[in-house]
DNA sequence: TTGAAAGCGCTAACAT
DNA sequence: ATGTTAGCGCTTTCAA
């Protein structure tokens, strides 16, 4: 094979008669330039094939027109959806993405936030759910978080939790359950998703009702999840309607709840949470509260951008839920 | 705020009182130093909270460890599982994953083929669905391709999906269904894919049955496939089973077919194609034929790092898959 | 064991 | 309308 000695502006430059400024120049349709220098310019690039070292401009700029995606896992139907609509936002910026799978894993985000603080990210947006990353509140760098407390001047993007939480626990109230049971992650992982929680033991205190919570870890695997939901069914055989904090949890009680003989919806009433493309797909007999996924992104995106373009004071932003009816409840 | 200036090697440097020479070897742990120094040099960078420019880095050796990720979307169970099994792999070796949604548009595809050509990425793995992207032809850049044919000289990873196809066909046939349809999407896109429709074929010719295909785009709107479903169903009301290409279709097909008061595995057999993670936990009665998705990226993974290493004559390799038996066949 | 100097490929003052 | 030059921050020969 020939070895190909890489074409930079000074070989266009040469070929064309001109000086690497101006190449530069027609590179970046910047200043004064004349109809014959341009041509000339461009026909050398095209004899050589030049392309432009983006490495060598972003070195110049201090600006890499990269940001990075730090979520748990990109396979889950959540945030699968949110980090393609964060991607396909991004892109039409002329920002490209790092997809930082963090696998709840603290020393993979401090990794990310060092990309970020190494100048080799313009941004992060960040959605997982580690906690006491004690950089978060030092830097100054552009951070925006989705659904999740970071920092005290971070940003967070989020659906309104509470809200969320009332229309589900309302939905199986009005559906007749009188024994209702929520799920919902270890609640020290300070994420606004604990309002849903706080939304369910209000209005149950409200009914008069004692609320119940089990924990179930976002990172283990389905086995281990069911577990957790075989105990619940044998602890509290009375259950008749579950507030699930997830839909793909949703989707696992409903199926241990096959295994204690519970059929959905006549003896159980389910309401998952997310409301995500494929689940809805895959799952559609499911009601669920949809989060404004699409509309969650936009957001991030924007307050992330005013952060790049070096704007202060960007305020965090709560977004409306949607009741998503099927058969499951 | 304080105005901060970005801290270099050269005022480590003047503050270990060295030269920039001896903080890189420090930082890269090359040639000999002396502890003294090395000492020194360590204490001005905490001193100076020092925090290497990578992109310089990346400027003097011509190398990004970045490597693009060009898929249609991350929002499918097939590729966010893929994607996140890739991005585990190459983030152990030091390489970072940009996310290349391509929404099968060939001009994205092609930017993303740029970014490679422009040496911003050490190399792409594609697994896109565009086709007669002439570039990919010409050149001799690390390209890994999955499940798909993209060019003479680069190499594709894929499973097997002649015997995927025969495997989903026979336990058809072992069921007792007689009208066998197939859902595939359009041929012409040149992939491996093809292969599932041949073995549908050869298996049906041999059984003396007239194989019927169903072509369904791969991005389009869930409802657009239900039509082509729904059309199905209406034109061949005596099928008794169907061998979609993939799980989501398998599903939409199973819930078109309930329209038409089809009870599946009654009065109807579905085998899907895939058995990703999350299908199986949102849909875990799909009988499926799952394609090796960890192996897949492992195998992907390697090689093209033996590309970016110089490698050449690196070869195509398949992989086997196998039959998920649950209750839709 | 350490340093001086050149250069990776590009951009932007500043000059003409 | 175009060119000269310095420099973005780092690594590496080469020399001492």
Same mark, same amino acid.
């Given at each position: 094979?020939? =070895?190909?000695?890489?074409?930079?502006?000074?070989?266009?430059?040469?070929?064309?008669? &001109?000086?690497?400024?101006?190449? #530069?120049?027609?590179?970046?349709? +910047?200043?004064?330039?004349?109809? $014959?220098?341009?041509? $000339?310019?461009?026909?050398?690039?095209?004899?050589?094939?030049?392309?432009?070292?983006?490495?060598?401009?972003?070195?110049?700029?201090?600006? /890499?027109?990269?940001?990075?995606?730090?979520?748990?896992?990109?396979?889950?139907?959540?945030?699968?959806?949110? %980090?393609?609509?964060?991607?396909? +936002?991004?892109?039409?910026?002329?920002?490209?993405?790092?997809?930082?799978?963090?696998?709840?894993?603290?020393?993979? =985000?401090?990794?990310?936030?060092?990309?970020?603080?190494?100048?080799? &990210?313009?941004?992060?947006? @960040?959605?997982?759910?580690?906690?006491?990353? #004690?950089?978060?509140?030092?830097?100054?760098?552009?951070?925006?978080?989705?659904?999740?407390?970071?920092?005290?001047?971070?940003? @967070?993007?989020?659906?309104?939790?509470?809200?969320?939480?009332?229309?589900?626990?309302?939905?199986?109230?009005?559906?007749?359950?009188?024994?209702?049971?929520?799920?919902?992650?270890?609640?020290?992982? &300070?994420?606004?998703? %604990?309002?849903?929680?706080?939304?369910?033991?209000?209005?149950?205190?409200?009914?008069?009702?004692?609320?119940?919570?089990?924990? &179930?870890?976002?990172?283990? #695997?389905? =086995? %281990?999840?069911?577990?957790?939901?075989?105990?619940?069914? +044998?602890?509290?055989?009375?259950?008749?309607?579950?507030?699930?904090?997830?839909?793909?949890?949703?989707?696992?009680?409903?199926?241990?709840?096959? =295994?204690?003989?519970?059929?959905?919806?006549?003896?159980?009433?389910?309401?998952?949470?997310?409301?995500?493309?494929?689940?809805? /797909?895959?799952?559609?007999?499911?009601?669920?509260?949809?989060?404004?996924?699409?509309?969650?992104?936009?957001?991030?995106?924007?307050?992330?951008?005013?952060?790049? %373009?070096?704007?202060?004071?960007?305020?965090?932003?709560?977004?409306?839920?949607?009741?998503?009816?099927?058969?499951?409840?």
């Amino acid at each position: 094979m020939v =070895e190909k000695k890489t074409i930079k502006l000074d070989d266009v430059a040469e070929l064309a008669g &001109v000086s690497k400024t101006t190449v #530069s120049r027609v590179l970046n349709n +910047r200043g004064y330039l004349s109809d $014959k220098t341009i041509k $000339k310019v461009h026909d050398a690039m095209d004899k050589l094939n030049y392309r432009p070292n983006v490495i060598a401009r972003q070195l110049f700029k201090q600006k /890499t027109n990269l940001v990075a995606l730090v979520f748990p896992t990109v396979d889950n139907p959540f945030f699968a959806e949110l %980090e393609a609509e964060l991607e396909k +936002r991004f892109d039409q910026l002329g920002y490209r993405v790092l997809m930082g799978n963090s696998q709840n894993n603290p020393a993979k =985000e401090q990794d990310y936030l060092k990309l970020l603080l190494n100048h080799q &990210v313009d941004g992060l947006i @960040v959605g997982s759910h580690n906690q006491g990353i #004690s950089e978060y509140q030092k830097t100054t760098r552009p951070i925006v978080s989705i659904e999740r407390f970071v920092g005290k001047q971070i940003p @967070v993007v989020s659906s309104d939790n509470y809200q969320g939480g009332l229309l589900a626990v309302q939905r199986l109230l009005n559906d007749g359950c009188k024994h209702i049971i929520h799920t919902n992650y270890p609640i020290n992982l &300070v994420s606004p998703n %604990e309002l849903r929680q706080q939304a369910y033991e209000d209005l149950m205190n409200k009914h008069h009702r004692k609320p119940i919570t089990y924990s &179930v870890s976002f990172d283990v #695997s389905d =086995e %281990e999840k069911e577990r957790v939901f075989r105990k619940m069914f +044998r602890e509290h055989p009375e259950v008749d309607g579950i507030f699930a904090d997830n839909d793909t949890n949703a989707s696992l009680i409903i199926r241990v709840g096959k =295994e204690f003989n519970r059929h959905v919806p006549d003896d159980l009433k389910v309401v998952g949470y997310d409301g995500a493309n494929i689940t809805r /797909t895959l799952s559609p007999e499911l009601t669920t509260i949809q989060q404004p996924i699409p509309e969650m992104a936009t957001k991030a995106v924007e307050l992330l951008l005013q952060l790049i %373009e070096g704007k202060t004071n960007v305020k965090s932003v709560t977004l409306p839920v949607k009741m998503i009816n099927s058969t499951t409840a």
